[in-house]
């Protein structure tokens, strides 16, 4: 039967290199760090890293890893189970509610990744009388998510609040019961925020709830790392918070929504990815309460992050670099051309940094950039060497 097919999908392939579109998988034979030793995919031997959600420099933290060390002690490897049936530990309970706490919601439930979480949301949530109202360049998940859902779909511009009024008022008018705003708290190819306050705004007056992504922000955004809501003092006016813990959490994977009291304890009755999938491992359980512990005394970390931030983006722009607006640690490196920032990626790596080129259809067509990720694991020498670097690439790409 796959004899039928292979020569299309060679072809596929084929038009996806020629395109510049090809996404090659770089091994690294290394923990994840600030410096990472490349084994195949590229130039071999340690290369500095600017392309990992590693923002707080927690995915090799000792700390961390002794708490895992002795989870796999204390909870075993693996769950080998979905939670209702036997897959629940204590563990599990307490950073549900630890997190809560953190993030200033009435309760949690975790997931295997944040993908999962986005996905469990809507079709739980939201039925065909409903409407759901979406940022235009929301995380692919939450897009996923929303196809799930039988609600009826509304797109406003990102971060575009006249527009959003507008969908808010066509859904009104078309009688939806619910109406469910949702967006990113940070975009994660631009390095925006969201603006939480207008939208809440909004959503009082139009009496609809919001759904915010912050995937990107938790654990360095706002003054106590609790990510967009506080930052924007709206912690008490969101009503659902997904996240992972594979960013600046740790790194390893999971996910979870915070939210409404009634809203978990309906997703722990129908949300399909939760009541189908294994139990988050307990280590990663265990592993992630310490690192909870950690962000409560983390305002250095935060602050090295925002230094190495400013210092990326001020010496960029002075060397005539085009980086999108912002003072997120996301840090886009405008190219334009998707071969021409597959290339620019190549030759940066050749110079000891280790960075990606991202193309359609991650990004829009003719978008291409090079997603630069500062971290409060480098050290100043580390970001000057990578500016330098982006100077000696440009001119070898040129010449």
């Known amino acids: 039967m796959f004899d039928s097919v292979r020569d299309d999908i060679r072809a596929t392939l084929d038009e996806i290199r020629q395109a510049g579109l090809h996404k090659p998988e770089r091994v690294i034979g290394t923990p994840q760090s600030a410096t990472v030793a490349v084994t195949a995919g590229g130039r071999p031997g340690e290369v500095l890293n600017f392309c990992a959600n590693n923002y707080l420099g927690l995915a090799d933290h000792p700390e961390v890893i002794a708490a895992a060390h002795e989870a796999l002690d204390r909870w075993g490897y693996g769950m080998a189970s979905v939670r209702f049936i036997c897959g629940t530990q204590e563990v599990h309970k307490e950073l549900e509610a630890r997190l809560s706490s953190f993030l200033g919601q009435e309760d949690t439930i975790l997931y295997s990744s944040c993908f999962d979480a986005n996905g469990g949301v809507f079709e739980t949530v939201l039925g065909r009388e409903d409407a759901v109202i979406s940022d235009a360049l929301n995380h692919a998940s939450i897009i996923d998510g929303i196809r799930l ?78 990510g967009t809501p506080e930052l924007h003092g709206v912690m008490d006016r969101v009503d659902i ?97 998707a071969s021409e920032a597959g290339r620019m990626a190549e030759l940066l790596l050749e110079r000891g940094v280790y960075v990606i080129g991202f193309s359609y259809p991650v990004v829009p067509q003719g978008q291409a950039r090079i997603r630069v990720q500062l971290s409060a694991a480098h050290s100043t020498d580390d970001v000057n060497r990578a500016v330098d670097a982006f100077v000696e690439a440009r001119a070898a790409l040129r010449g």
């Open 149 to 226: 859902s039988k609600a009826r779909r509304f797109r406003y511009a990102n971060r575009d609040m006249a527009d959003l009024e507008q969908q808010l008022k066509e859904a009104t008018e078309g009688g939806a019961r619910r109406k469910l705003i949702v967006t990113d708290g940070v975009f994660s190819m631009d390095g925006y925020v969201a603006p939480l306050d207008e939208i809440c705004d909004l959503a009082e007056q139009y009496d609809a709830m919001v759904m915010v992504d912050d995937s990107h922000a938790v654990g360095f955004v706002g003054p106590g790392g609790r």
């Open 241 to 337: 918070i997904t996240g992972t813990l594979g960013k600046a959490l740790g790194g390893a994977s999971g996910g979870y929504v915070a939210a409404r009291s009634e809203i978990v304890a309906l997703l722990r009755q129908r949300s399909r990815p939760y009541l189908f999938s294994n139990t988050l491992a307990p280590v990663i359980a265990a592993a992630s309460l310490k690192v909870l512990d950690l962000l409560e005394s983390a305002g250095d970390l935060r602050e090295r992050l925002r230094a190495n931030t400013e210092l990326f983006r001020t010496r960029m722009t002075a060397e005539g670099f085009d980086i999108l607006p912002g003072d997120h640690a996301i840090a886009p490196v405008m190219i334009g051309d």
